[in-house]
Antibody, heavy 126, light 109 residues
Framework: QLQLQESGPGLVKPSETLSLTCTVSGGSISSSSYYWGWIRQPPGKGLEWIGS???????YYNPSLKSRVTISVDTSKNQFSLKLSSVTAADTAVYYC??????????????????WGRGTLVTVSS | SYELTQPPSVSVSPGQTARITCSGD??????AYWYQQKPGQAPVLVIY???ERPSGIPERFSGSSSGTTVTLTISGVQAEDEADYYCQSADSSGTYPWVFGGGTKLTVL
């Protein structure tokens, strides 16, 4: 059964870059049927989509975060990664990686998250 | 930006029916999805494509769509259904292919 696991530092200093990796096990990240995404949830608040990537490297980012976000994929390691630059306390959140399934193109089809990692808390503090 | 609007909270007694709404301008053209999130846990998909139920999700969970509003209905609510529920969809321009509603806290009285 496919599983996703987030990993990375739990504490990041303000103005630095947050870096997380999601390792996919029990299946291939190179499947043409899925996108792979990052979602975050500040303490006590709702879910926010950060961005998504296809195994070929095509990316889609939340416009509100686009200037600070980079998502990449390493198919040889069955991993995809998130980098968020110039972080502030407002970026403190649980960060989830997730698999997205759907049909059609991202902009004209439909896509949703059917499998999630357990999440990892990242705190931005000096 | 594109927004999906949910009520912050809904309360029902055990055995009653809970209805959680989600409103958005693009919902007549875009499918909606619903996730259940219990404290300290990752979200779990409970409804996809407006009204389809994933394997393993109890039949008491159902979804419907009407115009700019979609509704998650939980019939015969049980104590274990107490959780936060989030809708998810997309805007019509492709700028926001994944967007979440603000979430609704379901309290079982």
């Amino acid at each position: 059964q496919l599983q996703l696991q987030e990993s990375g530092p739990g504490l990041v200093k303000p103005s630095e870059t947050l870096s997380l990796t999601c390792t996919v096990s029990g299946g291939s990240i190179s499947s043409s049927s899925y996108y792979w995404g990052w979602i975050r949830q500040p303490p006590g608040k709702g879910l926010e989509w950060i961005g998504s990537i296809y195994y070929s490297g095509s990316t889609y980012y939340n416009p509100s975060l686009k200037s600070r976000v980079t998502i990449s994929v390493d198919t040889s390691k069955n991993q995809f990664s998130l980098k968020l630059s110039s972080v502030t306390a407002a970026d403190t959140a649980v960060y989830y990686c997730a698999r997205s399934i759907g049909e059609g193109t991202v902009t004209t089809g439909y896509w949703y998250f059917d499998l999630w990692g357990r999440g990892t808390l990242v705190t931005v503090s000096s | 930006s594109y927004e999906l609007t949910q009520p912050p909270s809904v309360s029902v007694s055990p055995g009653q029916t809970a209805r959680i709404t989600c409103s958005g301008d693009a919902l007549p053209k875009q499918y909606a999805y619903w996730y259940q999130q219990k404290p300290g846990q990752a979200p779990v998909l409970v409804i996809y494509k407006d009204s389809e139920r994933p394997s393993g999700i109890p039949e008491r969970f159902s979804g419907s769509s009407s115009g700019t509003t979609v509704t998650l209905t939980i019939s015969g609510v049980q104590a274990e259904d107490e959780a936060d529920y989030y809708c998810q969809s997309a805007d019509s321009s492709g700028t926001y292919p994944w967007v979440f509603g603000g979430g609704t806290k379901l309290t079982v009285l």
